[in-house]
């Protein structure tokens, strides 16, 4: 039987040292990317796995995090951003050593009791929240359980004392960005089509729209006339557009809350100029220009939260293009506009 490949031998195959080999596993945000690249490539080309008995029998975990798949989304879009989450999620957890137990919940309450049943089978180590909203159980109840979790998502309306790690994408600058894009190209009449008032999502991406157009000199009797706030989905975004289309002064562009609501706007015609959110596959099949979230490095940085906590592995992040601040543990990441013909 050929020798077991040890973490010295994937150190020198790559010319590092063996932190640098067990930073890129465990805390991959400390080290450069064409180190890395170095690194993963000869974990790949030796064949070289961690031991993760002997990694369970030394701390006594399971080596598992659990996260929700959300629920099944009808206009097929949404979901994407969820999937795409996931996926870096399972591949951030596994370099770090790690595997992620997925479960389904309906809604808050049906998530808090499939926890108590994760924990009494599974055991996870760890939890990943997501859809995070106001007054949201989920987090107060892991907290006095003491069981560590991060969450894709800001505390809405949560007091200071009672924060907890997290990571999210600063929806504000997308939507700013956005709407700075269309003031360039000449447009004045910028309309937003976002959610009801409420979903701390929803109204984070309407503010970056309205900061940047009173800065720009709208007054808020103007910003009332061309805020439209509506449910997801492609049908609200055509009627919606359509509403703001017909009125007496009609807007020429809009910025969309998500590239659903983008969608049913494209669908209303007339030749308006129209930005999304997410940038998902419908968004570049149909050209739509959307704004794109670092959801490979969301995953990343939550994963490097939950191992800072786990296992004690991280100091500071190094910063990054996307990265807005880093706390230690609250992560805000930028996302960036995609140009496409729409707009």
Not at 189 to 213: K, N, Q
């Given at each position: 039987?050929?020798?077991?490949?040890?973490?010295?031998?994937?150190?020198?195959?790559?010319?590092?040292?063996?932190?640098?080999?067990?930073?890129?596993?465990?805390?991959?945000?400390?080290?450069?990317?064409?180190?890395?690249?170095?690194?993963?490539?000869?974990?790949?080309?030796?064949?070289?796995?961690?031991s993760q008995a002997a990694r369970q029998m030394r701390t006594g975990r399971s080596q598992l995090i659990a996260a929700r798949i959300e629920p099944a989304q009808d206009d097929g879009i949404n979901g994407f951003v969820?999937?795409?989450?996931?996926?870096?999620?399972?591949?951030?957890?596994?370099?770090?050593?790690?595997?992620?137990?997925?479960?389904?919940?309906?809604?808050?309450?049906?998530?808090?009791?499939?926890?108590?049943?994760?924990?009494?089978?599974?055991?996870?180590?760890?939890?990943?929240?997501?859809?995070?909203?106001?007054?949201?159980?989920?987090?107060?109840?892991?907290?006095?359980?003491?069981?560590?979790?991060?969450?894709?998502?800001?505390?809405?309306?949560?007091?200071?004392?009672?924060?907890?790690?997290?990571?999210?994408?600063?929806?504000?600058?997308?939507?700013?960005?956005?709407?700075?894009?269309?003031?360039?190209?000449?447009?004045?009449?910028?309309?937003?089509?976002?959610?009801?008032?409420?979903?701390?999502?929803?109204?984070?991406?309407?503010?970056?729209?309205?900061?940047?157009?009173?800065?720009?000199?709208?007054?808020?009797?103007?910003?009332?006339?061309?805020?439209?706030?509506?449910?997801?989905?492609?049908?609200?975004?055509?009627?919606?557009?359509?509403?703001?289309?017909?009125?007496?002064?009609?807007?020429?562009?809009?910025?969309?809350?998500?590239?659903?609501?983008?969608?049913?706007?494209?669908?209303?015609?007339?030749?308006?100029?129209?930005?999304?959110?997410?940038?998902?596959?419908?968004?570049?099949?149909?050209?739509?220009?959307?704004?794109?979230?670092?959801?490979?490095?969301?995953?990343?940085?939550?994963?490097?939260?939950?191992?800072?906590?786990?296992?004690?592995?991280?100091?500071?992040?190094?910063?990054?293009?996307?990265?807005?601040?880093?706390?230690?543990?609250?992560?805000?990441?930028?996302?960036?506009?995609?140009?496409?013909?729409?707009?």
């Amino acid at each position: 039987m050929a020798d077991k490949v040890t973490i010295a031998d994937v150190a020198r195959h790559a010319g590092v040292s063996r932190q640098t080999v067990s930073n890129v596993l465990n805390a991959p945000e400390l080290v450069r990317e064409h180190t890395q690249r170095r690194v993963l490539e000869a974990v790949q080309a030796l064949g070289y796995r961690a031991s993760q008995a002997a990694r369970q029998m030394r701390t006594g975990r399971s080596q598992l995090i659990a996260a929700r798949i959300e629920p099944a989304q009808d206009d097929g879009i949404n979901g994407f951003v969820f999937d795409r989450f996931l996926h870096g999620l399972t591949e951030s957890a596994a370099l770090a050593g790690y595997r992620v137990l997925l479960y389904t919940a309906a809604d808050h309450e049906a998530e808090l009791a499939t926890f108590d049943d994760l924990l009494g089978v599974y055991v996870p180590d760890a939890f990943v929240l997501t859809s995070l909203d106001y007054g949201d159980p989920r987090p107060a109840w892991l907290l006095e359980q003491r069981i560590p979790f991060v969450t894709f998502g800001r505390p809405w309306g949560v007091p200071p004392a009672q924060r907890y790690p997290w990571v999210d994408v600063d929806g504000a600058a997308g939507t700013a960005a956005a709407t700075r894009y269309l003031l360039d190209a000449g447009h004045r009449r910028i309309g937003f089509l976002g959610w009801p008032a409420g979903s701390g999502v929803g109204d984070d991406r309407r503010e970056g729209w309205a900061r940047t157009l009173t800065a720009a000199g709208a007054e808020p009797a103007e910003l009332a006339e061309l805020d439209y706030r509506t449910d997801d989905g492609a049908p609200h975004g055509e009627a919606a557009a359509r509403a703001l289309l017909d009125r007496d002064r009609p807007v020429t562009a809009l910025v969309c809350v998500s590239d659903s609501l983008a969608l049913g706007a494209l669908q209303a015609g007339r030749g308006i100029a129209v930005i999304g959110f997410d940038d998902t596959p419908v968004a570049r099949a149909v050209g739509l220009t959307s704004v794109s979230q670092p959801l490979s490095e969301v995953a990343t940085r939550c994963v490097s939260l939950l191992t800072r906590a786990l296992d004690g592995n991280g100091a500071g992040a190094r910063a990054r293009e996307t990265q807005a601040y880093d706390t230690g543990t609250e992560v805000l990441l930028r996302p960036s506009l995609v140009r496409r013909r729409s707009a």
